[in-house]
């Protein structure tokens, strides 16, 4: 089922993007100061943005995009995070927004992609700390004051689920530490204060719609085993349904609140947290989806939290393909998705993040026949168009993750995403040069098309059925 609008865009980080990492009174953030290795490059230039975005944009509107959700950076708005605001840097975000609105290119807002701001989480240690907390809400809020009028689209966290998760600690700003369950629920649980407290003033002052965001990865079963099928459904109930029960309805999964009072997990909540999680609302929810995998619970040590159900027990699964970074590629995983997230809660579905990571050479003349992005997105659409006419999904838009190439999440510009290749290298930034692929004029005929030709087969055979 399609809305009224149909959004086809693209979703980018600010530090996987725009550079520019020390100006215009930009402060540090955790990257700013990760060094390059063999298969890394530093944080500094990126692909970047910061001064290229005109032609990034102008490539958009040729592609025919209608939104482009982007981050802004903490660290280059307020001072240390928690000091000034840094006018030098929203004048920045100000014309990258009205450029887009020229354009004729939805904005949508993420407000946090992981890049803590240094000071933080070198004085506080992240998102484990009230007071960073409510240095978020209080940097979130001056944004939506800033911004509210013109961006209409909102996300506070990227893929929020995953502070539920091992890497919690290293995406919440965390130095030091034992890296606790109870640290653990504690960076859940402040961060999801922080997103309701941002959501609640956006509905409060604005006209402008905001979802949570999970990263939703397809987790099967090993096997049809009892016990495979139970940790399935557990980190489920743990990694996503927890917080759509938050997002939509204003509390924790039960389930999980009960484990916690029963294993003794020592998590701070002070006293009107649980009033502002309850009082808040969703208007969408949006999830990134890249790949699925197995869970074996054979491998899992008894008495394992179940937010490290995967770290022990994730497996490959043998019935379908692999990447080479070992991503297993399954559109059925995100047309079940679609439906979970859906059917249980009755929201508009939004994927803002979908795409295929390839190690990529450009020749210096020819556009790089990327015909296995070309399937992948094509697969991954005839997906959604049968969760949204077969299945009944109502859906906001299909949004790819890094259409032009960017820094992949740990720094390797090997991992390539993109419809543009962007030429440079980890450790050779060459001449930035923006080169369309293949996979560039397909997904341009796609959006001119509005798709026809991937779901008009879906449509024909619905009219059939219902005849």
Avoid at 134 to 140: E, Y
Avoid at 186 to 205: L, R
Avoid at 424 to 438: A, G, I
């Amino acid at each position: 089922m399609k809305t009224e609008k149909f959004f086809w865009g693209n979703s980018v980080s600010s530090m996987q993007t725009e550079g520019g990492w020390n100006e215009d009174g930009k402060s540090l953030s955790v990257y700013d100061v990760r060094p390059a290795s063999e298969h890394a490059s530093d944080w500094h230039v990126a692909n970047d943005n910061y001064h290229h975005y005109e032609e990034d944009m102008d490539l958009m509107k040729d592609l025919g995009m209608n939104m482009y959700r982007f981050q802004i950076s903490w660290s280059r708005v307020v001072k240390n995070g928690d000091g000034d605001f840094n006018e030098a840097g929203i004048a920045y975000y100000d014309h990258f927004i009205d450029a887009l609105l020229a354009r004729g290119i939805e904005p949508m807002i993420c407000l946090y992609h992981f890049d803590m701001p240094l000071h933080l989480a070198k004085e506080y240690n992240g998102f484990v700390s009230k007071k960073v907390m409510q240095a978020f809400i209080r940097f979130g809020k001056e944004m939506v004051d800033r911004f509210g009028d013109k961006v209409k689209y909102w996300i506070t966290f990227n893929e929020q689920n995953l502070y539920h998760t091992p890497d919690a600690f290293t995406y919440a700003g965390y130095l030091e530490g034992e890296k606790s369950a109870d640290e653990l629920y504690q960076i859940s649980h402040n961060v999801m204060v922080a997103h309701a407290a941002i959501t609640n003033y956006i509905h409060e002052k604005t006209d402008a719609k905001i979802g949570g965001m999970l990263a939703y990865s397809e987790v099967y079963p090993a096997t049809c085993a009892p016990e495979d099928i139970l940790a399935a459904r557990k980190w489920d109930e743990f990694m996503n349904y927890n917080l759509m029960e938050a997002f939509v309805n204003g509390r924790y999964s039960h389930e999980v609140t009960t484990y916690i009072k029963n294993t003794g997990i020592n998590c701070q909540v002070l006293p009107g947290e649980l009033d502002t999680i309850s009082a808040m609302t969703s208007d969408f929810l949006a999830f990134s989806y890249y790949a699925s995998t197995t869970v074996n619970s054979k491998k899992i040590p008894t008495g394992t939290v179940p937010n490290y159900y995967l770290a022990y027990g994730g497996q490959n699964n043998p019935y379908i393909d692999t990447t080479e970074w070992n991503w297993q590629i399954d559109p059925l995983g995100f047309r079940d998705i679609m439906n979970k997230m859906y059917q249980r809660y009755q929201l508009p579905i939004f994927p803002i993040e979908n795409g295929i990571g390839v190690k990529e050479e450009w020749d210096g003349k020819n556009p790089i026949e990327d015909d296995y992005r070309i399937d992948y997105h094509k697969e991954h659409l005839k997906a959604m168009y049968q969760a949204m006419y077969i299945d009944g999904v109502e859906t906001l838009g299909y949004l790819g993750w890094g259409l032009i190439d960017i820094l992949s999440s740990q720094a390797d510009m090997r991992k390539r995403y993109g419809l543009v290749y962007v030429n440079r290298t980890n450790h050779d930034l060459r001449d930035m040069k923006r080169v369309p692929k293949k996979s560039y004029h397909w997904f341009k005929k796609v959006i001119q098309t509005d798709g026809a030709d991937l779901k008009e087969p879906i449509k024909r055979e619905v009219r059939k059925y219902t005849k």
